[in-house]
């Protein structure tokens, strides 16, 4: 990534030194977007976990940062600088900034007083992650496009088949999702590995056949293949992360993101989880008549 002109230099209420990434107030976040087919791939692994996680850069440490984006402390710092800031406490003041605009500009929940809060203010591990898994499920439920929701619903009915392709920690969703989805008697396969036959499978894609790619953080290649593929052959592609600069989400025509916030020493899949199982009821609930009896059959088999 080429190192840009330093932003404007407004001084926010960062504090004195501070750099303001705003020519017309402009967030930090929508610089980022600007920019991101500049990065080199280390840094846009940095970018992404920014754009969609502002709370935690904002008030993480850049070692912190830096594990949670798979990527070194020195990355954060020069991606810091690729931006036109001194450092990262530069970018990170900017980040506060936003996080504090943003957070001070949301609606009043209209009973004039905030819920309470899950647990007291000293939370154990357990109680912070726990915390986390709520609000990631809470944040999910109010970014998520209904139009999206739908889209995809009306895909997967209407598909004559449905590819889902997640590996590593992303295998077992999409082996889930298959079982939910083959529960309808649905024709569902999945690609969780580079084997041969798993290749086979993205050998099969045609336009008849709907492509999931599910993924955290930087894609797999092999997903990202299947994506391609799909594109290649005018199939239909969803992606399903928490990333929403993510390279799968660039390829697919229908998009859904998650939250993954964690306090935990790898991300939450709560929301995740939560996302497929309502993605699969709502596939259900298009006629859940005639899905009773092929779950009925399904189960006699």
């Known amino acids: 990534m080429k190192r840009a002109a330093a932003p404007t230099t407004d001084r926010p ?15 930090l976040s929508k610089y980022i977007r600007a920019r991101f087919d500049e990065c080199s791939r280390s840094q846009k692994d940095v ?30 710092v020069r991606f810091s ?47 912070m992650a726990l915390t986390a898994d709520h609000s990631n499920v ?57 084997s041969q036959e798993a290749l086979s499978r993205l050998g099969r894609i045609d336009t008849g056949t ?18 391609k593929l799909a ?6 592609a969803a992606a399903i992360t928490d990333a929403t600069l993510s390279e799968v989400a660039k390829l697919a025509q229908i998009k859904l993101y998650y939250s993954s916030n964690s306090p935990a020493y790898v991300r939450s899949h709560t929301a995740l989880l939560s996302l497929i199982q309502a993605l699969a009821y709502g596939v259900y609930a298009q006629d859940s008549a005639q899905y009773d009896d092929r779950i009925k059959a399904f189960r006699l088999k």
């Open 47 to 76: 970018a992404q976990y920014i754009v969609d996680h502002l709370d935690e850069a904002a008030f993480q440490t850049a070692e912190e940062l830096a594990r949670r984006a798979n990527t070194s402390s020195s990355t954060v």
């Open 13 to 27: 209420a960062g504090g004195p030194g501070t750099r303001r990434v705003t020519g017309a107030h402009q967030s």
């Open 138 to 194: 809470e944040d999910t439920a109010r970014k998520v496009s209904r139009s999206s929701i739908e889209a995809l619903i009306q895909a997967i009915v209407s598909a004559d088949k449905v590819l889902v392709a997640g590996t590593d920690q992303m295998a077992f969703f999409a082996s889930y999702l298959r079982h939910l989805l083959m529960l309808l008697d649905l024709r569902v396969d999945v690609v969780a590995s580079p």
């Open 81 to 127: 600088q690729a931006l036109g800031f001194e450092g990262f406490p530069e970018l990170q003041a900017a980040a506060r900034e936003e996080y504090r605009r943003v957070h001070s500009q949301a609606p009043n929940n209209g009973e004039g007083a905030s819920s309470s809060p899950l647990f007291s203010l000293d939370q154990n591990e357990f109680e």
């Open 231 to 236: 594109r290649h052959r005018k199939a239909r």
């Open 210 to 227: 709907l492509v999931i790619g599910l993924s955290a953080g930087r894609p797999h290649p092999l997903v990202v293949r299947a994506m």
